[in-house]
């Protein structure tokens, strides 16, 4: 009987350190810094490229993996106190320069005013299509005056999956703090 009790014992254990790491998982997402700005990357997403050659201005590319993976991430930001309206108009002829957007017929909604992890930003959404598929996305652009960075947000999905991404996104942006 003796016995019998330890194995439960155990086993109880062992199954409820099995709850605990599965149920905790924002313990399991990676924090990215770089300098004094950080942000979570969420679960299943992995750094694709990243730009750093010039001492003030800094790009990173995240991009969700795996069954189901259409999302991705721009963050982009620029030492200094930058025109938002001017940022957010160069990032819009960007996506109108290259060929897979122009072919996609990307359109963007009217630039509004909203906040962006409780920063004023300036926001827009996008849509194009590729190889009969409909994206969506959201660009974002504020000030960090902690930091003294302007700072652009690109996310983008396949338009039938954008519900899958939402915490993602959500988490990234709730997650976003200049460390100062």
């Known amino acids: 009987m003796k016995k019998f009790n330890r194995i439960a014992t155990i086993l109880i254990l062992f199954i409820s350190v099995c709850l605990f ?15 004094d700005i950080s942000f979570k990357i ?11 050659s010039d001492a003030s201005f ?21 030492k200094g106190k930058f025109h938002l309206d001017s940022v ?19 359109e963007f909604t009217e630039i509004k005013e909203e906040k962006f992890a409780g920063f004023d930003a300036l926001s827009t959404t996008f849509t194009f299509s590729s190889l009969d598929v409909k994206y969506l996305g959201k660009i974002q652009c504020f000030y960090l005056p902690e930091c003294d960075k302007t700072v652009m947000i690109a996310f983008q999905q396949v338009a039938a999956d954008a519900d899958k991404q939402k915490s993602d996104y959500d988490l990234i942006e709730k997650s976003f703090n200049c460390n100062k």
């Open 58 to 78: 800094f790009f990173i590319a995240i991009g969700k993996e795996g069954h189901g993976a259409s999302a991705d991430a721009f963050i982009e930001w620029n």
């Open 42 to 52: 969420p679960e299943d997403w992995k750094i694709g490229e990243i730009d750093s």
């Open 88 to 106: 957010m108009l160069i990032r819009q002829q960007d996506y109108m320069s290259q060929k897979v957007y122009q072919n996609g017929k990307i």
């Open 21 to 35: 790491f599965s149920c905790s998982k924002e313990c399991c997402k990676d924090t990215f810094k770089r300098g």
